[in-house]
């Protein structure tokens, strides 16, 4: 099975979602390499919020064009954060970017990500799209559906899609499964409107799952029905 996963950058920023934590990194390599072991391919894209957000910088001074610049450059941090972990559980890994880094990383290509994937590594695909204006979600969409990949897999803090956030409405109901016209119709704001839209037109299913459970990725990996899947 051939997957995106699309993790957040506070997920790799420990309790506290700010930084890079060690503990966290080393842990989420853990259970990728157990993955790859068993035969899964994994391509990952990692968001940027526990260093810089590109958004938040308009409140700060920035404009948006180069706090989103400086949001893309944290998510190249966060990759070769989790790449040396990754290469740490003896796995091959290998970081693309959307704009040209070398030597800090490989310029992305379809068909390189796809050679690290088929000799049994991971390739993570950072900056982005490469471009202002689009989210990490976004990127992820994108990548996912030039990988050719079975499935795109969010990695949140919950379990899953609900009716509103259920970390700030006790009454929200969680969806099993819904098409991304009832997302996006609903503005369900689990990924943005141009990620559901990709993965649409590309008829690439979308698994939101809690990442913060350790061996949840093992059992989406297996089929288990432990989040929410979105579907044409």
């Given amino acids: 099975m051939r997957v995106l996963l699309k993790l957040s950058g506070e997920s790799l920023g420990g309790n506290e979602g700010r930084g890079v934590d060690a503990a966290s990194l080393k842990a989420y390599a853990a259970e990728i390499a157990a993955a790859v072991r068993a035969g899964h391919q994994i391509a990952i894209v990692n968001g940027g919020g526990n260093i810089f957000r590109g958004l938040q910088g308009m409140g700060k001074g920035f404009d948006r064009v180069m706090g989103d610049r400086m949001g893309m450059l944290a998510t190249v941090i966060n990759s070769l954060g989790l790449c040396s972990a990754l290469r740490s559980e003896g796995i091959e890994a290998e970081v693309f970017t959307a704009?040209?880094?070398?030597?800090?990383?490989r310029?992305?290509?379809?068909?390189?990500?796809?050679?690290?994937?088929?000799?049994?590594?991971?390739?993570?695909?950072a900056g982005g799209t490469g471009n202002p204006y689009?989210?990490?979600?976004s990127g992820a969409a994108l990548r996912a559906l030039e990988l050719g990949v079975d499935a795109l897999l969010k990695a949140t803090r919950v379990d899953g899609v609900y009716t509103a956030?259920?970390?700030?409405d006790p009454n929200a109901v969680?969806?099993?499964?819904?098409?991304?016209?009832?997302?996006?119709?609903?503005?369900?704001?689990?990924?943005?409107a141009t990620a559901f839209a990709l993965c649409e037109q590309g008829n690439v299913p979308l698994i939101v799952f809690n990442v913060e459970q350790r061996g949840n990725l093992a059992r989406v990996l297996s089929g288990e029905n432990i989040g929410t899947t979105v579907h044409v």
Avoid: C, N
């Fill in 99 to 105: 704009t040209p880094m070398e030597p800090v990383a």
């Fill in 134 to 137: 689009f989210t990490t979600d």
């Fill in 107 to 125: 310029y992305y290509r379809k068909e390189d990500a796809v050679k690290v994937l088929d000799r049994g590594g991971v390739a993570l695909i």
């Fill in 165 to 168: 956030d259920p970390e700030k």
């Fill in 174 to 192: 969680k969806y099993q499964d819904l098409t991304f016209s009832k997302a996006l119709a609903d503005h369900l704001k689990v990924m943005d």
